[in-house]
């Protein structure tokens, strides 16, 4: 899959945590939360919200893993690329660009330097006032409640990063990640296992490593007072 994507690795890797940060935020749409068929992104340059391919490569309808969706996604890049060679005109990417810019908001392209720049603000409006760029609300039970103290709303959302990591690591290849279940999904051993494997499996390291960069970036979120770590649920369907 990371082969199959029509962008760089900087640029993959920073819309993997595009797009988990802005399911906590508020800013990515399933197409059950939205008027329409498609996932979507709100565009933080343009203040509107623009849909990603539909339908994608691989449906992904059923799927209840937010990875599973955000690899299809990611796969449907493609779809968008021919589209837009063949109106001659970007619009088609965009969606793509509004993701990536979630987390790095370079001009043109990630760079080392600005890596989770675009995060940074994002993140204090959400923990210390509960607001969110797009003016959606964020799942209490993932990010905590917008009407909470700036302690709870940086403390869920630590725990809900901590709980992504686990659910991540069954997938990592085997002897990768901390947990006693990390990489038991990871190894295929005949071809019928890798061609019905997930294509989650290709970009889970990827994603273990952006998420691991999310909860950093949440830990130094300022908030009135330094708050404590704790574990949450919910993550399958987030």
Not at 46 to 74: K, M, N, S
Not at 192 to 212: C, K, N, T, W, Y
Request: aromatic share 6%; glycine share 10%.
């Amino acid at each position: 899959l990371p082969g199959a994507i029509p962008a760089g690795d900087a640029h993959r890797r920073a819309m993997i945590a595009g797009w988990y940060a802005g399911r906590l935020l508020g800013l990515v749409r399933y197409p059950s939360e939205a008027n329409g068929p498609a996932f979507s992104v709100y565009s933080l340059r343009d203040r509107i919200w623009l849909p990603f391919p539909h339908p994608l490569l691989t449906p992904v309808d059923h799927q209840r893993h937010t990875g599973v969706r955000l690899a299809a996604v990611l796969e449907s890049m493609s779809i968008a690329l021919a589209a837009s060679h063949a109106s001659a005109r970007l619009e088609p990417l965009r969606g793509y660009e509004a993701l990536r810019l979630i987390w790095d908001d370079g001009r043109y392209d990630p760079t080392q330097e600005r890596t989770g720049a675009g995060i940074v603000q994002l993140l204090v409006d959400w923990v210390q006032q509960g607001l969110t760029a797009s003016g959606d609300y964020c799942d209490a039970d993932l990010a905590g409640d917008r009407k909470g103290s700036p302690a709870d709303r940086r403390r869920t959302l630590v725990a809900t990063c901590l709980d992504l990591l686990e659910s991540v690591e069954p997938f990592l290849p085997a002897g990768k990640g901390i947990s006693a279940g990390a990489g038991h999904q990871g190894t295929f051993r005949t071809g019928r296992q890798a061609s019905d494997g997930s294509l989650f499996h290709e970009i889970a390291p990827d994603v273990h490593d952006m998420l691991s960069q999310l909860l950093a970036a949440v830990e130094r979120t300022p908030e009135s007072a330094v708050s404590t770590v704790s574990r949450g649920d919910r993550i399958q369907e987030f």
